[in-house]
């Protein structure tokens, strides 16, 4: 079956970068998404990448995607206080087909 | 982007009310929408898949009778929790995805907070 896996916790001092890892173990995922919630909010989608790219750069952040070993990773430069948050990787196989979402990363960032 | 759109963000209300939740898709069309249920530090848990014109699916567990789902139009999904009891008291999240378009992810609504009293 389906399944996410993220670090529940990640603690990073403002200035750093912050790398958040997830682990997928459908193959057949054909797109893979990072989201962010603030609390009491809804879903902010992040950025996300198709299984054929390895890479994809949007200003602060880096999505790495190695299919082989079905392991994703989000990575934010300079991270800042505004950035605590949870931090959730989710898969899909695409089409009308709902997203399987990991349990999230709380991101704390120490001023 | 594409936007969508939850209201209300907060329902505080007596048991044994019912509760309904809009989701709108604004700029964009969304024949599927997908309503999701969120407990306090924890993940989200798909509830069932709202098809625009048909019945939803729904997710094993989840009573069809308890949450109606209705997705009349392209933009438009509404759950609504019949006769409410604490114990559905959560975090409710909609997301509706573009279907113009085979590539495009899923938005999120903000949510609603229903706590029944």
């Known amino acids: 079956g389906e399944d996410v896996e993220q670090s529940l916790f990640l603690s990073v001092r403002e200035g750093d970068s912050s790398v958040i890892n997830c682990t997928y173990t459908?193959?057949?995922?054909?797109?893979l998404y990072w989201y962010k919630q603030e609390p009491g909010a809804g879903l902010q989608l992040l950025t996300y990448i198709f299984s054929n790219m390895d890479m994809k750069q949007d200003q602060r952040l880096t999505v790495l995607l190695n299919k082989k070993d079905k392991h994703l990773s989000l990575r934010i430069a300079d991270t800042q206080t505004g950035d605590s948050a949870i931090y959730f990787c989710?898969?899909?196989?695409?089409?009308?087909?709902?997203?399987?979402f990991g349990k999230g990363t709380r991101l704390s960032v120490i001023a | 982007g594409a936007v969508v759109s939850q209201h209300p963000s907060r329902v505080i209300c007596k048991s044994g009310t019912s509760v309904k939740i809009e989701c709108r898709s604004l700029?964009?069309?969304?024949?599927?929408m997908f309503w999701y249920r969120q407990f306090p530090k924890q993940s989200l848990m798909l509830m069932a898949t709202s098809n625009e014109g048909s019945k939803a699916t729904y997710e094993q567990g989840v009573e069809k009778d308890k949450f109606l789902i209705n997705h009349a139009s392209l933009t438009l999904s509404t759950l609504t929790v019949t006769s409410a009891h604490p114990e559905d008291s959560s975090f409710y999240i909609c997301s509706a995805r573009q279907t113009t378009y085979s590539n495009q992810p899923q938005h999120f609504g903000d949510g609603t907070r229903l706590s029944i009293l």
């Open positions: 989710a898969e899909s196989i695409g089409g009308n087909t709902p997203l399987v």
């Open positions: 459908d193959s057949s995922s054909t797109y």
């Open positions: 700029d964009f069309q969304a024949t599927t």
